[in-house]
């Protein structure tokens, strides 16, 4: 066919077939862009599952700093972002030399730090983790004294579960899932008094207190293929309604309307294709930094 009459689907196909490319799609992005997707998940997930195949270039539908960690486990990958003005708001609130000075503050005290944080922050941790796995990561340390780096919500969440351990937080947070209020979850919960409820714990700690499960997208996933309730209120982005309702068909999920990740929504099939066609939007990261960032990734790998 000639290229000019492709759709833009068409397009996407011929070209992941030419540059043998795989598509990944986060979560919270368009429905469309996930049904394109080789595969869909939480950004860790999607990036080891990268690292597995032989592709030679991953495309990241998702914001910058998953990118880097799909690079950091693939560096001999070519890592294109579709959108990479696409930036995550929390990842900005801890810079590499923000995080290298209390470091020295805190000479004692283990770093542990969210995988939702840029390539250069990364190697200043000694340990990375998701949200799924924070809290074996911080039970697993030896240490009893630990800086939790960048989302106070799911660090205090951690805290109140080890309180046997001294945990420093830093003053940052998800912009989305730390503004939902508990007002418009309480009106969700009037509105739907069956449904069961579930929370990230990215959310604060007064939504969480009032939900029935706290748990990463992957676990709310799961747990809701297991459970036999039909109506679900899920307190997180609302991308991933689509990812929840083509699993579970047959079942309701209801959202808090304001939790959207807007740079989540950047990313088009015509920017798929466009970075496909042109390699823009690749990743590039200094050696020195992936090597130093993938050992705090690494060890959160071996501890799993
Ligand atoms: S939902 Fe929050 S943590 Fe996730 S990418 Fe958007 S701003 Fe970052």
Redesign the pocket.
């Known amino acids: 066919m000639h290229p000019l009459m492709e759709t833009v689907t068409e397009r996407i196909v011929r070209l992941k077939k030419e540059r043998n490319a795989i598509i990944l799609a ?1 979560n ?1 992005t368009n429905p469309e862009i996930q049904d394109i997707a080789d595969f869909t998940g939480d950004s860790l997930g999607l990036s080891i599952q990268a690292s597995k195949t032989d592709a030679d270039v991953i495309v990241f539908c ?2 910058t ?2 990118g880097e960690t799909a690079k950091i486990l693939s560096p001999d990958k070519i890592v294109l972002l579709p959108r990479p003005d696409a930036v ?4 900005a609130m801890c810079s590499p030399e923000a995080l290298a000075q209390r470091r020295k503050e805190l000479p004692d005290h283990t770093v542990v730090g969210y995988v ?1 944080t840029t390539g250069p922050t990364k190697t200043q941790m000694d340990v990375c983790c998701t949200s799924g796995n924070a809290l074996k990561v911080v039970r697993s340390l030896d240490s009893d004294k630990v800086l939790f780096v960048p ?1 106070k919500n799911l660090g205090s969440y951690i805290a109140r579960l080890v309180p046997e351990k001294e945990i420093v937080l830093w003053n940052g947070c ?4 730390d503004s939902i209020t508990l007002e418009e979850v309480s009106e969700l919960k009037r509105r739907y008094p069956d449904a069961y409820c579930m929370a990230h714990p ?1 959310c604060n700690e007064a939504i969480l207190s009032v939900m029935d499960f706290v748990g990463s997208t992957e676990a709310m996933l799961n747990h809701c293929k297991t459970m036999d309730n039909e109506e679900y209120i899920i307190v997180t ?1 609302v991308g991933m309604k689509h990812r929840l309702e083509t699993s579970c068909p047959g079942k309701r999920f209801h959202f808090p309307e304001s939790a959207v ?1 807007e ?2 929504k950047y990313i088009t099939l015509e920017s798929i294709a466009d970075c496909l066609e042109n390699l823009t939007g690749q990743i590039v990261l200094d050696d020195d930094i992936i090597r130093d960032a993938f050992l705090p990734v690494k060890r959160m790998i071996e501890i799993n």
């Open positions: 986060h919270y998702g914001v700093f998953m995550c708001d929390m990842a939702n989302d998800c912009p989305i899932h990215e982005e990740c740079p989540m």
